[in-house]
């Protein structure tokens, strides 16, 4: 059981947050509609781009910092 566990973490850890997501909206089985499934992949996948960016400006300061 603590070996499941423990390998359970490890594939959480290597999957990003974005895979993670769908997988536990999909493992919590809420039988919604098209719209309502569509509407939350919408909501996802904004904050899935909203994080890219977040990543993005932080790596163009860091690489300017260093740049000059």
């Known amino acids: ?3 499941q566990k423990e390998n359970h973490i490890k594939e959480e850890v290597a999957k990003s ?3 993670a997501a769908f997988e536990r909206k999909r ?3 809420l039988n919604l509609n098209i719209e309502q499934s569509l509407a939350i992949n919408d909501i996802l996948c904004d904050l899935a ?3 890219f960016a977040k990543g993005l400006d932080k ?3 860091i690489g300017t910092k260093y740049n000059k």
């Open 1 to 3: 059981m603590v070996e």
């Open 17 to 19: 947050n974005l895979s």
């Open 27 to 29: 493992e919590l089985n």
């Open 49 to 51: 781009n909203q994080e």
């Open 59 to 61: 790596g163009y300061e």
